[in-house]
């Protein structure tokens, strides 16, 4: 199955529960008060969200298309394109992967890491959530699965000194992109945010501009609970782009335009499923196709 099929798939539950609702509104052309109040509705309660859901009905009636379905397609696409190109500029590049626990931040760092094997580059991984043993051992795993680098020390340690370690590792051995799993919740008194800052200080000082990436994780199954996350890891740490996990697990798959709306942060990767392959790089026009096909 393709990429397209499986994103396909992965929206199904969205698209059944709401997107299939709003082309039914929208086939009779007719743009009334009552049916844009209806399609608000259908769009809030896919977790578009309010403000996203408003700005949307908005566009539509100024259009006042005789094709209201294909507008709909035509803003939605405005709403999500935008530049999800990586910055792999440094030497190495330093991608910091951040969001709260249980978003999949592990998983898409091994997941990147194989991608960009895949592509050729060499890459180390640094286990840098160290408040969580479970973390460390998950990457390990990881690193021998795919054959890669892993930089860990014990539980506990300093997140910072992890990161230190694998960037100068990767300096000494030429390797291309260091991929850092940071923690999503501390079980100390010591603040998350100031120990993210910490780590990305750290790593600036070893590699001019790093991190050259910081990409939150996003787990689509906590719909609006996402655009909360994202905006509080956004004012700390200078969130570069997104990572929408899980959209195959969830009806809220509108989340993601709510996020891009709201905070005007490219989505960079969606991820429906498991497997390696099933991390990919966001492409509006697909996600939009695969709810309103």
Known sequence: MGFFEKLKQGLEKTKKAFF???KQLLKSGRIDEETLQELEELLIAADVGHRTASWIIERIRQERSNDPISSLRNILLELLEGNNDLN?????????VVGVNGS???TTVAKLAAQFQAMGKSVVMAAADTFRAAAIEQLKIWG????????AHSEGADPAAVAYDAVNHA???GKDVVIIDTAGRLHTKKNLMEELRKIHRTVGKLTEG???ETLLVIDATTGQNGLVQARVFKDAVNV??????KLDGTAKGGIALAIKHELGLPIKFVGVGEEVEDLKRFSAREFVEALLS
Do not use: Q, W
């Not at 792999?88 to 910091?96: D, H, R």
């Not at 021998?144 to 930089?151: D, K, L, N, Y």
């Open 20 to 22: 299939d609702g709003i």
């Open 210 to 212: 790093a991190p050259h």
């Open 88 to 96: 792999l500029n440094g030497s190495p590049s330093v991608i910091s």
């Open 171 to 173: 300096k000494s051995k």
């Open 104 to 106: 999949g931040k592990t």
């Open 144 to 151: 021998e699965r795919i054959g890669c680098t892993v930089i």
């Open 240 to 245: 570069t782009g997104l990572v929408i996990t």
